[in-house]
């Protein structure tokens, strides 16, 4: 019936990754993107998540000498 489908496309959109798929996510976003991402983070004060951004951007790229370097620079200066 039209209106059960209807429901259950409802629920299928209003369904949201949770903490684990959202990082697996994030985690495959290019390098520069995390590094972006690791920007907003600390700028949100949300240091933990920021230094992760970090590590992941240089493990997903450590051969990009401004990701590298935007990360490094940033990482550091986050307590872990």
Do not use: M, N
């Amino acid at each position: 019936d039209v209106s059960a489908l209807a429901r259950l496309y409802r629920e299928q959109v209003d369904k949201r990754p949770d903490r684990e798929q959202t990082d697996r996510i994030i985690a495959s976003l290019p390098a520069q993107q995390l590094t972006d991402l690791g920007v907003l983070y600390e700028r949100e004060g949300l240091l933990d998540r920021a230094a992760w951004a970090y590590q992941q951007a240089i493990r997903r790229d450590f051969r990009t000498p401004s990701v590298t370097r935007s990360s490094a620079c940033r990482y550091p200066a986050i307590p872990s």
